[in-house]
C-alpha cells in the first residue's frame, strides 16, 4: 500500500491560501508521508544527538538545547519555501501533541536509542536522496544546509567562542557528509 501524498507548498509555510485560490504554485514539490515525517522529524533530531553527552565531548546544559530551538525556529526567516514549510509543520505538530508531551514526529528503528549518531546519519542520507529526487535544487541546499546549521548552533552553545572540540568537530564533518555538503 503507498503513503498518502503531502503536497509542499507556499500555503504550508504562510498559511491557508485565499478561498477560490490554488494552494500550491507551478514548483510545487510532492513527498510521500514518511518522506515528509523524515524531512520534519530531521532538525529536532539533530538537536537531540548534538545536545547528548558523547565519548569525547562534555554534557550539554540548557543553553544547547535553546540555542538547537531557535535555530529550527530561524527557518521561518531562510528564503526557501521548502525551509519554512518545515519549520511550520514542526510548530503544527508541537501544537497537535502538546498535550500528551509528544513533539513532533520522526522515524526511528526499533530499538535505536534517540541519541544514536549512526541512526540520524543515516537518516541525513536518505534525507538527502528524497530532496535529490523531489525537491527543486535551491531548497534542496537550503534545507541540508539549515539542517547543518542547527547541529552548529548546538555544539557551539556552550564553546564562548572556544574552537570547538574534535568530537564535536568530528560530529558536524559527519553530519556535512551525510547531508551532501562536503
Known amino acids: 500500500m503507498l503513503a498518502p501524498e503531502v503536497p509542499m507548498s507556499h500555503s504550508l ?4 491560501p485565499p478561498a477560490g485560490r490554488r494552494a500550491a504554485p507551478l514548483t510545487t514539490a ?9 524531512l520534519t522529524g530531521l532538525p529536532g533530531r539533530v538537536v537531540v544527538v548534538a545536545a547528548a553527552p558523547a565519548p569525547g565531548r ?8 535553546l540555542a538547537g530551538l531557535e535555530a529550527v525556529a530561524g527557518g521561518r526567516a531562510f528564503d526557501s519555501d521548502l525551509v519554512r514549510a518545515v519549520v511550520a509543520t514542526i510548530y503544527a505538530r508541537q501544537e497537535e501533541h502538546a498535550p500528551s508531551g509528544r513533539v513532533g514526529r520522526g522515524r526511528r528503528r526499533r530499538g535505536a536509542a534517540p541519541t544514536d549518531p549512526v ?6 542520507r536518505a534525507a ?19 539542517v547543518q546549521s542547527v547541529a ?13 572540540g574534535p568530537a564535536d ?12 555538503l562536503r
Not at 13 to 16: E, F, I, S, Y
Not at 30 to 38: C, K, M, N, R
Request: glycine share 8%; proline share 4%; net charge positive.
Open 13 to 16: 509555510a504562510g498559511g491557508p
Open 58 to 65: 562534555s554534557s550539554r546544559g540548557v543553553a544547547a538545547g
Open 169 to 180: 568537530q568530528r560530529l558536524l564533518d559527519r553530519l556535512g557528509v551525510a547531508l551532501g
Open 152 to 164: 552548529a548552533r548546538v555544539c557551539r552553545a556552550d564553546q564562548d567562542a572556544c574552537p570547538l
Open 128 to 146: 538527502t536522496r528524497v530532496l535529490r529526487r523531489r525537491a527543486d535544487p535551491a531548497d534542496s541546499a537550503a534545507y541540508r544546509q539549515w
Open 30 to 38: 510532492v513527498y510521500s508521508a514518511t518522506e515528509w515525517d523524515l
Open 119 to 124: 541512526e540520524l546519519l543515516a537518516d541525513c
